[in-house]
């Protein structure tokens, strides 16, 4: 079968090719993929600059957002053949630590996870893929063209649990949020801010292409205007970061209301020294309650919730965050992004 397959740590070893069919063991679904998304991971994998083969082979499958038909289930699974699922991307370190024996490998403490198509495991970028059942989200029918969406959607949810866990230490009735980036990350976050009800305002630098319509028709507010200047008028209860700016992650610290929460979804390059007022930064923090808190990956969990999430959304809308579909034998072009003014770029498989 067709794989897409990278050299870990070797520059343009992208590339289509042939490798071995699954052998799915006796817990494990047999799927048929159908897509899986590109994100900035993919890339720097792409690039050489991330990502692990699983131990003993020198390539490694990529893919870790993935959608998938089940064509074989294990007797007595939940799964039945015909599902539509989604490849949880995670795994447990095998020690385990705290953490990952109570099912939160997404807060794994010592760092010995895996995760398929990127750390050690192969991923989901294939004509067929195996999974235990355990770590296979089943997604609604009517998803079976943005499913794929469910992973970074994912993310989201996990970074709003956390905001409401950190506000529940005290009486909080968030009101308005701030989320900086209109990229998927971003503009799914500002999709589960309003399904929550919440008044959404989104910034990013895109005065042209899709980001403006997209975040309008969540009947959220586009901001173009620079991060310090939108986040001082608006003084938002909550801000997601999903730009991983530098600069907007200050801004974002020094300008939330009273008791107000930061989350941090960008990750921002190492190497870029700004100059900023640590102490008037710390004494608005301390003085105001404000918390700031990364948040990164997922559990089970938080993809139920995903999926959920997006089985109540309009579907034309999130059809729309799908700015390019590249078939798997041209699957190069999806990691080319300089010319396109794109959103979500897919790989499609079937």
Known sequence: MLALTVEPGTVDSLRVEEVPEPRPGADELLVNGLSVGVCGTDREIARGDYGAAPPGQQRLVIGHESLGRVAKAP???????????????????????????????????????????????????????AVHADYAVVVDAELARVGVLLEPTSVVAKAWEQVYRIGERSWFDPRRVLVTGAGPIGLLAALLAVQRGLDVHVLDRATTGPKPGLVESLGATYHREASDVVTARLRPDVII??????????????????????????????????HIDAGALNRDIVLENDAVVGSVNANLRHYREAAQALAHADQPWLHSLITRRIPLHRAAEA?????????KVVIDIE
């Not at 007797?75 to 939160?104: H, K, M, Q, T």
């Not at 801004?251 to 700004?274: E, F, N, Q, W």
């Open 335 to 343: 990691f080319n992004s300089d010319t396109h003014d794109d959103v």
């Open 241 to 274: 970061e999903a730009t991983g700016s530098s600069q907007v992650v200050i801004d974002a610290m020094c300008a939330t209301d009273r008791y107000g929460i930061v989350c941090l979804t960008g990750v921002s390059p190492a190497g870029r020294t700004l």
């Open 75 to 129: 007797p007595g699974s939940d799964i039945a053949e015909g599902d539509l699922v989604v490849g949880v991307v995670r795994r447990p370190d095998p020690v385990p630590c705290g953490a990952c024996a109570r099912g939160e490998f997404d807060m794994c403490r010592n760092g010995r996870y895996t995760e398929r198509g990127i750390k050690a495991i192969h991923g989901y970028a294939s004509e067929r893929w």
